[in-house]
């Protein structure tokens, strides 16, 4: 079977930095996706690897190995706006989005 | 903006009682999707469209239905919506069934 595994919930200080890991099993890879979603609220795109390597935007990056079936999204100083949770989704090779269950990040002061 | 509209935000339906959802674009992508969303868990991708070629989930159940008179909207119909059918229902388009997925705000689903 397909599998997609993140941390449940995360704690971190402002300011602070703070890796979410994602580990996945999937019948072929067409790239690697990050999302934020706020509490009630839509996913919105953060990253895409396919590539191994890490990817920065901003605050934000994403690092791939391949060969490992590993990411971790990494944020850097931690602002409150950033608790959310961040959901991990793979492309199989049937170009079908394999989600996680997210990891809920929360920011204490 | 270019965007995904979803309308409404919020709905309130009673149990048995057929629903319509509806999702607009303005990206001119030719993939739109819908997804049902509960409390805690991953988004569970219902049925999408290619165009006008509708693809369903196997595991989707024939209580919910999709319609796309267009390339900008897509209509998602709960005939006979159960207490087991309140969650989050997510549309998102993409320009290709290889490209990123670009969420609407959702609509969120009671029912009574």
């Known amino acids: 079977g397909q599998n997609i595994d993140q941390p449940t919930e995360m704690t971190a200080t402002e300011g602070a930095i703070v890796q979410i890991n994602c580990t996945y099993q999937?019948?072929?890879?067409?790239?690697l996706f990050w999302y934020q979603q706020h509490a009630g609220e839509a996913p919105t795109f953060l990253s895409y690897?396919?590539l191994d390597g890490l990817e920065e935007k901003g605050r934000f990056s994403s690092f791939l190995s391949r060969s490992k079936g590993y990411s971790y999204l990494l944020l850097k100083e931690l602002q409150m706006k950033d608790s959310a949770s961040y959901l991990c989704a793979v492309m199989d090779s049937n170009y079908q989005l394999i989600w996680g269950a997210g990891t809920k990040l929360i920011i204490k002061p | 903006d270019a965007m995904v509209i979803q309308n409404p935000r919020y709905q309130v339906t009673q149990f048995g009682k057929p629903v319509t959802l509806s999702c607009s674009q303005t990206?001119?992508?030719?993939?739109m999707y819908w997804y049902q969303q509960k409390s805690s868990q991953a988004p569970k991708l219902l049925f999408h469209?290619?165009?006008?070629?509708?693809?369903n989930e196997a595991d989707t159940p024939d209580n919910f239905q999709s319609r796309r008179p267009n390339t900008s909207f897509c209509f998602l119909d709960i005939r006979s919506p159960g207490l087991g059918d309140a969650a989050m229902y997510l549309c998102?388009?993409?320009?290709?069934?290889?490209?990123?997925?670009?969420f609407g705000p959702g609509t969120r689903l009671t029912v009574l």
């Open positions: 998102a388009t993409s320009a290709s069934e290889t490209d990123t997925q670009y």
């Open positions: 990206l001119n992508h030719n993939v």
């Open positions: 469209y290619y165009d006008k070629d509708f693809n």
């Open positions: 999937t019948s072929g890879f067409n790239g």
């Open positions: 690897n396919v």
